[in-house]
């Protein structure tokens, strides 16, 4: 079935002429249909159902600041509002806003604002704010600009939040050059810069390998900007970007010097977080030593270790293969009164598997019951591939069906493992009856490695021709799926 959405956006201005009553009932009832199902402790609304003004009150008073509401229920609500007489305030619907932005429903926060402005019910500036936000986030950071010019039109002046977010949305879609250059705008117009400005920036800078300009803004954060005169000192946030970004690019001795030397000599005090990305830094680099002994001092320092710091030493020795270290590890935590979490089993199973301890992996699900971690379908793609990767692909086919059966819902990465254990064993039929079933009439979207299992099968039994056709088709698939990610192009604009 090919499913066509119409987007929101196709006039060439958010503001349309207002209209004496909008109906939304389409648009709500096609999100409620896409929307997961709401919990025991969840209330299910109606859109039959009569609506008490207090019951709204309620939802944007405590339900929205403490984000304790579904998709659904803010659907309904924004339904209501909307075709309420006299029209609710803006700042009502702002509060709506505020509250699915953060739960990241950022597409829905754009559909509905777009909705709002056919009413003719102007927005206030941390509307607009909320729609710039959202927009970054989708990667729609040019259309943000197209709302920051509605900002100016509308008289409002912009403040160091408005550039965080626009450096941001730059940041997330790599413009690093672009964002250095608002940046040093933002300063010339005699906005001030702010922490949470810094921090994003050096987080771009770090995340496209551009350590050395970072640090010039941490000096420069350190030190003052001698052309503004502008002073903000570098946080914890600060230094942990920095020191993760030193940490990946393999420039750990780098990172150590940072942590000690300046993080700590400053008066800066680092948290857990920190210890762990230099703990992971340290892994990465094989100094598992060194590892250990910031593991040791974090509790010296008055710490306690977390899941995460405990994951990141089991994670190294399991991928070394040593894996009684891990389990000792393992053990630790939980005397320790600390609860292993599904990357603790994940990183276990993995372990097991690699040293083909399939008997203590079967064990280990068992214990990850006992201690209310329950599998989900990124366990059970491990357990799969283990198990075809250890000679038990029955076992692992029968796993499969198994959860189909209880309608679990299993990942292709799982699908995937278990064709190419079934291709590997000389059972292709039964490997190319699954991709049929799962990937091409079911629901499971084949990625290039499973295409490329599929193919390499194919060509081993002398099927040539077909692997052809398959390789053409999942050329018109890749090419679709990329014409899909991009979207409808979304414009924005303000009268």
């Known amino acids: 079935m090919v499913l066509r959405f119409r987007s929101p956006f196709r006039s060439s201005s958010i503001c349309q002429s207002p209209s004496s009553k909008v109906n939304v009932l389409f648009l709500l009832a096609h999100l409620h249909n896409f929307t997961s199902s709401s919990s025991k402790n969840e209330v299910s609304y109606s859109f039959k159902k009569p609506l008490e003004r207090s019951s709204l009150a309620k939802f944007l008073e405590e339900n929205c600041p403490s984000g304790s509401f579904t998709l659904n229920e803010a659907l309904y609500f924004f339904y209501y509002m909307i075709n309420s007489k006299p029209l609710y305030p803006i700042s009502s619907f702002t509060t709506l806003f505020s509250a699915l932005a953060k739960k990241k429903h950022y597409y829905e926060v754009i559909s509905l604002y777009k909705l709002l402005n056919s009413t003719g ?77 810094y921090n994003t920036l050096i987080g771009g800078l770090c995340k496209t390998e551009k350590i050395s300009v970072a640090i010039k803004l941490l000096e420069e954060m350190v030190n003052g900007n001698k052309e503004s005169g502008v002073i903000c000192r ?73 899941v995460v710091c405990y994951n990141t030493l089991i994670n190294w020795y399991c991928k070394n293969k040593e894996v009684n270290e891990a389990l000792s590890l393992y053990r630790e935590m939980i005397s320790e009164g600390i609860k292993p979490d599904v990357i603790t089993y994940s990183t276990l199973l993995t372990g097991f598997f690699l040293i083909a301890k399939v008997k203590n992996a079967r064990n280990l699900v068992g214990e990850m019951r006992l201690n209310d971690v329950f599998p989900n379908s990124w366990i059970y793609s491990i357990f799969i591939d283990g198990l075809c990767k250890n000679g038990c692909v029955l076992e692992a086919l029968e796993m499969f069906n198994t959860l189909v059966i209880n309608k679990f819902a299993v990942g292709i990465e799982g699908l995937s493992s278990l064709i ?33 299992i599929l193919i390499n099968g194919l060509c081993k039994n002398g099927q040539l021709e077909m692997a052809n056709e398959l390789l053409s088709y999942m050329e018109e698939k890749v090419i679709l799926s990329k014409l899909l990610k991009l979207g409808p192009r979304l414009i924005v604009l303000e009268r």
């Not at 160091?160 to 940041?171: D, P, Q, R, S």
């Not at 413009?175 to 005699?190: A, H, P, R």
């Not at 010097?257 to 210890?275: A, C, D, K, S, W």
Request: proline share 3%.
């Open 420 to 452: 190419d254990g079934l291709c590997k064993t000389g059972r292709f039929e039964t490997a190319w009856d699954l991709f049929q079933k799962f990937c091409l009439n079911g629901n499971l979207v084949p990625n290039v490695v499973t295409y490329t």
């Open 121 to 197: 019910l102007s927005p206030d500036f941390i509307s607009l704010h909320i729609l710039m936000n959202c927009l970054c986030n989708i990667e729609r950071v040019l259309d943000s600009f197209t709302v920051l010019g509605g900002i100016l039109k509308k008289g409002f002046s912009p403040n160091a939040m408005t550039f965080n977010y626009l450096i941001k949305g730059l940041c997330i879609e790599r413009k690093i050059m672009e964002s250095m250059e608002l940046f040093k705008k933002m300063i010339d117009v005699g906005c001030r810069a702010n922490v949470v400005t």
């Open 234 to 306: 570098p946080n914890v946030v600060t230094y942990s970007i920095i020191i993760d970004g030193l940490c990946k690019a393999g420039l750990v001795e780098k990172a150590r010097q940072l942590f000690l030397e300046h993080m700590i000599q400053r008066g800066v005090v680092p948290n857990i977080y920190t210890y762990n990305i230099l703990m992971n830094g340290y892994c990465l680099a094989d100094r598992i030593g060194d590892a250990n002994e910031l593991f040791d001092s974090i509790t010296r320092k008055g710490y306690r270790p977390d």
